[in-house]
């Protein structure tokens, strides 16, 4: 059975500074992704990043990096530079290789302070 | 810009009602997605369509059941509504070439 387990419910971070998302993942698939989204107050899940199981380097978009350690089955998201708008629910999710299922975290929400 | 659209952002239901939730994609997708969102238990798979008339049951498929008859439409239907199923529901669509599934803006339930 695939699971993700996201283990920070709440996290505060102040504004300006880097925050990390933890997220860890369960599988016995060889070939999966992994993935971020946003969720802020108005309910919409806005993709963030994507990382291969087969990708060897780290995925970045702007300020999001996901530091994937394949041996630990984790792959956590790095926002650098936080920012207001950064205030969201954030979930983690992963689909084997197929695409045909997505799996998601219970989500962290992520307050930044001015 | 791919767009996902859900009929209704807010609804409200008698215990007992059929309900029908609508999902659009303008995009030509051939996956489609149902999940609920409920508070601490993040998004749970209802169910899914990998193309017209093709479905498969998600984690939670019990209570709803889903209709697929034109590539862009994929509906949830709960054909007896209880206030157990009151929750965010959320719609999305996959794009296999960059693997990213797009969702719509949620339609929030309240069964009475």
């Known amino acids: 059975a695939q699971k993700i387990t996201q283990t920070q419910p709440g996290m505060f971070v102040q504004e300006k500074e880097a925050v990390t998302l933890d997220c860890t993942y369960d599988?016995?698939?060889?070939?999966?992704?992994l993935f971020w989204y946003k969720q802020p107050s108005s309910g919409e899940m806005i993709f963030l990043i994507y990382?291969?199981?087969?990708?060897?380097q780290n995925a970045t978009e702007g300020r999001y990096s996901l530091n994937f350690q394949k041996a630990r089955k984790s792959a956590n998201l790095v926002i650098s530079a936080s920012q207001l708008g950064d205030s969201a629910m954030y979930f983690c999710?992963?689909?084997?290789?197929?695409?045909?299922?997505?799996?998601f975290g219970s989500g962290t929400k992520l307050n930044v302070k001015p | 810009d791919v767009k996902v659209t859900q009929s209704s952002r807010y609804l409200v239901k008698r215990t007992g009602e059929k309900v029908f939730l609508e999902c659009v994609q303008d995009m030509d997708h051939e996956n489609m997605f149902w999940y609920r969102q409920d508070p601490g238990l993040g998004l749970r798979l209802i169910y899914f369509s990998y193309d017209v008339k093709m479905k498969e049951k998600g984690d939670i498929p019990e209570g709803y059941s889903v209709s697929r008859e034109k590539k862009e439409r994929f509906s949830l239907i709960l054909e007896s509504a209880s206030t157990n199923q009151t929750s965010m529901y959320l719609c999305a669509s996959l794009q296999r070439n960059t693997d990213t599934q797009y969702f719509g803006p949620g339609t929030r339930l309240t069964v009475l």
């Open positions: 599988t016995s698939d060889q070939s999966y992704g």
């Open positions: 990382q291969g199981s087969y990708d060897e």
């Open positions: 999710a992963m689909t084997p290789n197929n695409f045909n299922k997505f799996y």
